[in-house]
């Protein structure tokens, strides 16, 4: 079974940076899509970005365009999340997802595997 597990969150004040990685205990994610979830108390969970491990056709959501970016790294085994000029509105349970799919979709549904998360907190 695919295990992912999240780190990199914590507490940083408006407009700072924050690095997430999730860490795959697969041999290769070469056939997955990975992607980046985010979730508040109350609301549904929402796509933030994904990328397919093999290739590296991204995709974004529109809010953090611009400030965000995935990537991975093969010999890690790794992918990602660069966050910056983070805002507020940007706190949330951040989650790492994979899924056997040739592009990464933004719907949660679509995912096989996740994460247990990383909470990710933006001070005004």
């Known amino acids: 079974q695919v295990q992912l597990v999240e780190s990199g969150g914590g507490l940083v004040q408006a407009g700072g940076s924050l690095r997430l990685s999730c860490a795959a205990s697969?041999?290769?994610?070469?056939?997955?899509?990975m992607g980046w979830f985010r979730q508040v108390p109350g609301k549904e969970r929402d796509f933030v970005a994904g990328i397919v491990w093999s290739g590296s056709s991204t995709n974004y959501a529109d809010s953090v365009k611009g400030r965000f970016t995935i990537s991975r790294d093969i010999d890690k085994n790794t992918v990602y999340l660069q966050m910056n000029s983070l805002k507020p509105e940007d706190t949330a349970v951040y989650y790492c997802?994979?899924?056997?799919?040739?592009?990464?979709?933004?719907?949660?549904?679509?995912?096989?595997?996740w994460g247990q998360g990383t909470q990710v907190t933006v001070s005004s």
């Open positions: 997802a994979a899924k056997h799919i040739s592009y990464p979709t933004t719907r949660p549904r679509d995912y096989d595997y």
């Open positions: 697969v041999r290769t994610f070469s056939t997955y899509s």
